[in-house]
């Protein structure tokens, strides 16, 4: 780049040597638009960002090396080492945020406009090589106490670093044959794939007799006890559930019901009815009178009057007569039920036969 710039520079033709440079001819500065505020004592340069930070104009994240167009400034001294501050405005918004270096803790501060996003740690407690600071190593030249117990401390810390050390050195001295760590880790690898290759065969083959078209993962030792444990067994026999079959279709009503309650009452209604129907009829309803309630009914009648035998008489037969009417009334109308009726009046005569002969 200085090659090129030095041969491109152009000379008009009214300068000559003894006026010094083009720059002091013109009356311009070398650095151009970056010197404009040189006579405040501000230098434009290319700053780029230290660590994270947090705008506090609009809350947005700036990543560590992201550069800006910053004004430098010189601030102060910390012994012979100048102090500057760096002035720049945010890419995102119209916030200008302030950054000054700290020679003391070798490293920068944020004076206003942002804040740091906290990343640091102590690197002892990650067990790293940290430089020794001043104080201690005047001490370890000036106090022979201090550089003993020093020595001391390095000591037990080797003691208790010795073991990943030797590891590190084991590891180091197995990678010294790399043909044959590459041949070795090429067979594990054709293994695998090998093996990855027949799983997946093996997987199309059960998808394809399923016919199921879903990934299956890979087997494990659970799985396979608990299939080994799970029996596949129907719970009814085909017998068994035909005679389910029947008693729900016994229990079922014929016709479809409007409403659920239904079958109840259809069930109490019938069972009503049956009862009704098997209801046993008594003798009064069908017209039984047993001799031996006629008998005593005639002789509590004969012991009153015995003069009026003749009336009796006559209002027996009367009464037979009307008994013989109703009868025939009666079989007009119904046959059925005066054929029952002599039956069941045969029956008693019948009976009471039987009686009369015993007690003969």
Not at 258 to 263: A, E, I, L, Q, R
Request: with cysteine; hydrophobic share 30%.
């Amino acid at each position: 780049m200085a090659e090129r710039k030095a041969v491109n520079k152009y000379y008009p033709p009214d300068w000559t040597p003894n006026k010094g440079s083009i720059n002091k001819f013109r009356g311009t500065h070398a650095l151009r638009e970056r010197a404009r505020k040189l006579h405040m004592g501000i230098l434009i340069i290319r700053f780029e960002m230290p660590f994270n930070i947090w705008c506090n104009g609009c809350e947005n994240h700036i990543g560590m090396g992201v550069r800006y167009n910053a004004e430098k400034t010189k601030v102060g001294m910390y012994y012979t080492t100048p102090i500057y501050k760096f002035r720049m405005k945010c890419h995102l918004c119209t916030n200008h945020f302030e950054i000054q270096t700290d020679p003391a803790n070798l490293d920068y501060v944020i004076l206003n406009g942002a804040r740091r996003q906290e990343r640091r740690w102590d690197p002892t407690q990650n067990e790293q090589v940290v430089p020794e600071e001043k104080e201690v190593s005047k001490k370890l030249m000036t106090d022979s106490m201090f550089c003993l117990e020093h020595n001391v401390n390095d000591k037990v810390k080797q003691k208790t670093i010795l073991p990943s050390l030797r590891k590190l050195e084991e590891s180091r001295e197995k990678w010294k044959d790399d043909y044959l760590l590459n041949k070795t880790l090429r067979q594990q690898f054709r293994e695998k794939k090998r093996e990855i290759a027949c799983v997946e065969s093996k997987d199309k083959q059960l998808l394809k007799r399923c016919s199921l078209n879903i990934t299956l993962l890979p087997e494990v030792d659970e799985d396979r006890k608990l299939a080994g444990l799970l029996k596949l067994a129907p719970l009814y026999n085909f017998e068994e559930k035909q005679k389910l079959k029947r008693e729900e279709t016994m229990s079922r009503p014929l016709f479809p019901l409007p409403y659920k309650n239904m079958p109840i009452l259809a069930s109490s209604v019938r069972e009503s009815k049956m009862k009704e129907l098997l209801k046993p009829l008594t003798k009064t309803e069908l017209g039984i009178t047993l001799k031996n309630e006629r008998d005593n009914i005639l002789k509590s009648t004969s012991h009153e009057s015995e003069e009026s035998g003749s009336e009796l008489e006559a209002t027996h037969k009367n009464e037979s007569k009307n008994a013989v009417a109703k009868m025939q009334s009666n079989e007009s109308e119904n046959p059925k039920e005066s054929s029952d009726l002599k039956a069941s009046l045969v029956a008693c005569d019948y009976d009471s036969s039987d009686s009369d002969e015993e007690k003969t």
